[in-house]
């Protein structure tokens, strides 16, 4: 991808046709570059658009157009890889906790999964602001560090925000099966 230095440096003093330019130069690119990282179109979209996100908030450090060629990829990727893996251990959870010793001829339960995954979603979405935002990034595979700079708070603030929101989740999920609770326990520790 090719960007002129007029439209990179327009961007970086905050135009917002520039980035609209960059933005369409790459979007599609960067799209299939997170999915070959074994991601699904949408999570590859939600992870472009993140990466966007970040580099408008932070686009007065960058020096030139390489340096900015050179983050989107190494930043698409970093990401993709770490959601990958916050999805391959989120289903490994998943598959150790719903184990069916006792009944080995039965098939795997997705039913249950699927309803113990949309009682934490609905859950997470009746925590209050920071709360909600803190589980979620941490759902989606975030470290502290990196919400701790998504929100431009301290890693100790992320820490209690996460610490009241598990404690709301379960009272909010206390009625529910003692794995989504095990599940989410072992996914925000």
Not at 6 to 30: C, M, N, P, Q
Not at 84 to 91: A, F
Not at 132 to 146: D, H, P, Y
Not at 159 to 166: A, L, P, S, V
Request: net charge negative; charged share 30%; proline share 2%.
């Amino acid at each position: 991808m090719n960007i002129s230095d007029s439209d990179f440096h327009r961007f970086v003093e905050g135009d917002g046709k520039a980035f609209e330019i960059i933005f369409k130069a790459y979007y599609k690119t960067l799209v299939s570059y997170s999915m070959r990282h074994g991601l699904e179109l949408m999570e590859a979209e939600d992870i472009v658009l993140e990466v966007f996100h970040r580099i408008w908030q932070i686009r007065e450090e960058l020096k030139s157009p390489s340096a900015l060629h050179t983050l989107l990829y190494t930043s698409v990727r970093n990401r993709s890889l770490n959601v990958y893996r916050n999805l391959r251990n989120r289903q490994h959870l998943i598959e150790e906790n719903f184990r069916y010793e006792e009944y080995v001829e039965e098939p795997h339960d997705y039913v249950a999964e699927e309803e113990m995954g949309r009682l934490l979603d609905e859950a997470v979405e009746k925590l209050p602001g920071q709360c909600k935002v803190v589980i979620t990034s941490l759902l989606q595979g975030k470290s502290m560090q990196e919400i701790a700079d998504g929100l431009d708070l301290s890693v100790n603030t992320v820490k209690t925000y996460k610490q009241r929101g598990i404690e709301m989740l379960k009272d909010l999920l206390s009625d529910t099966s003692f794995f989504v609770l095990m599940v989410l326990l072992r996914i925000c520790r």
